[in-house]
């Protein structure tokens, strides 16, 4: 079962319910509330004990972990104990298995369809990359150049294997092959958040890890939040959505106008790859609240002291200063934002998957760590025409597929950073700013 909505419509809290009602019901059971991350993990296991109270053997029925840690606990424990590659590992072993066959292979295509067909999909000999359709891909490759490549990508894993390494998405197939081929499955009930990003791997990990209990599996995301994985379809990694899902139409966050511009940069419908749609029309807010604002500037000087003067308003208007954040696109614009929240006679606190909000301190933060923080008022600045969408991300496209899909996840995460407002919300960039600023306006 499915459940679909935009920033603010009670998705998580509708996951947190469900999860305490199953353990309630089912005393026996054993459930598992997850996430892609454990800064979200985190977050949910505060909201778990807030829910429950003092219920301790109620909360400890209901296990909340992200999924990588689940699913290294069950590989260790079901598989074996070897280290997990790292990006780097990857990389290198890839590089080495080309030069060694002398192909003068394109290394960001290499990476990409070693992550997006060959490891994403788990693919174990040559027949399967021959006869796999390669969605999202663009360029056509003849069965011989396949051929030729599979060589690479063998070498390259065998090199990992002999250093005792398994990558991240081998051990979720691994585990969903142990599991399928009839291991007692760890889990009565699986409930994910944030579903919109979960990775492939992970998603067919899950669609076994259930067995085939009815209402055992259940996802809570948003297709226009996704901004850490590619797009795919999810029929093909083996579960299937499409007409099992329901839509929260309600937004008790954000405020009718922020909603309304953040909403802006989005298609009113947006559809997954197999077909799965999310619509953004009929979808109402509960306040009204103030026009959010938006401007761009000669210099990042002139734009640092616009954002102080929100800043003081803000706090003017009776804000706590934690109650306030500054988000950008990433840690590289960092300084731009301290020196907007200097200016306003503030200290900044930076916001970690590790670090919580701190009293007296405004919130600063990259955008992708946004996710799941909320603030009265946000500031999201330095939306530059080369920041966002980042220019270095454009220039590693291999394909217009690719391209595509670079800006799709950049227009996503513009509308997280947006969404973490739920009364004021101030966007900023240095001209020329960001093509996606002229949605904004007319909203």
């Known amino acids: 079962m499915g459940l679909i909505g935009s920033a603010g419509t009670g998705k998580t809290v509708v996951a947190l319910h469900r999860a305490v009602r199953l353990a309630r019901e089912n005393p026996q059971a054993r459930v598992l509330l997850t996430t892609f991350s454990e800064a979200l993990a985190r977050a949910l296991r505060t909201k778990l004990t807030?829910?429950?109270?003092?219920?301790?053997?109620?909360?400890?029925?209901?296990?909340?972990r992200d999924l990588?840690?689940?699913?290294?606990?069950?590989?260790?424990?079901?598989?074996?104990?070897?280290?997990?590659?790292?990006?780097?590992?990857?990389?290198?072993?890839?590089?080495?298995?080309?030069?060694?066959?002398?192909?003068?292979?394109?290394?960001?295509?290499?990476?990409?369809?070693?992550?997006?067909?060959?490891?994403?999909?788990?693919l174990e000999d040559a027949e399967s990359y021959l006869e796999i359709a390669r969605h999202g891909r663009r360029s056509r490759l003849p069965a011989e150049r396949r051929a030729t490549l599979w060589q690479i990508f063998e070498a390259a894993r065998a090199d990992l294997a002999a250093r005792h390494l398994v990558t991240e998405a081998q051990m979720f197939h691994t585990l969903a092959r142990h599991f399928r081929d009839g291991a007692p499955c760890p889990y009565d009930f699986v409930l994910v958040d944030e579903a919109q990003d979960v990775s492939l791997p992970e998603l067919t990990f899950l669609g076994v890890l259930t067995g085939d209990r009815p209402n055992g599996l259940f996802f809570a995301g948003d297709i226009g939040q996704r901004i850490f994985r590619p797009a795919y379809s999810w029929k093909s990694a083996g579960v299937e959505i499409r007409g099992r899902s329901r839509s929260l139409r309600v937004n008790y966050r954000t405020s009718h106008r922020i909603r309304r511009i953040s909403d802006r940069l989005l298609p009113i419908v947006i559809t997954e790859a197999d077909g799965e749609e999310d619509s953004r029309d009929g979808v109402v807010s509960v306040f009204d609240g103030p026009a959010p604002e938006h401007g761009t500037f000669d210099d990042p000087q002139a734009e640092a002291e616009w954002v102080a003067s929100w800043i003081e308003r803000m706090l003017g208007q009776g804000m706590a200063p934690h109650e306030i954040g500054v988000l950008v696109r990433s840690v590289d614009q960092y300084q731009r934002a301290r020196e907007a929240i200097t200016f306003a006679g503030e200290t900044p606190h930076e916001l970690t998957g590790m670090a919580a909000e701190v009293s007296g301190r405004v919130g600063l933060a990259t955008m992708h760590l946004a996710k799941g923080l909320e603030f009265r008022a946000?500031?999201?600045?330095?939306?530059?025409?080369?920041?966002?969408?980042?220019?270095?991300?454009?220039?590693?496209?291999?394909d217009p597929v690719a391209l595509e899909e670079i800006y799709a996840t950049e227009r996503h995460l513009l509308y997280v950073?947006?969404?973490?407002?739920?009364e004021h919300l101030l966007v900023s960039g240095v001209s020329p700013s960001s093509e996606f600023l002229e949605d904004l306006d007319g909203a």
């Not at 950073?417 to 739920?422: L, V």
Request: net charge negative; glycine share 6%.
């Open 378 to 398: 946000v500031a999201v600045m330095a939306c530059d025409d080369d920041v966002i969408p980042l220019e270095s991300r454009i220039a590693q496209a291999t």
């Open 50 to 64: 807030r829910l429950v109270g003092q219920d301790a053997d109620l909360a400890g029925r209901v296990v909340i």
């Open 417 to 422: 950073a947006c969404t973490r407002a739920r």
């Open 68 to 122: 990588a840690s689940v699913g290294a606990e069950l590989y260790e424990r079901h598989i074996g104990s070897e280290r997990r590659a790292s990006p780097a590992e990857i990389r290198t072993a890839l590089i080495a298995a080309a030069e060694a066959a002398a192909d003068p292979i394109d290394r960001r295509f290499l990476e990409d369809e070693w992550h997006l067909v060959i490891d994403g999909w788990g």
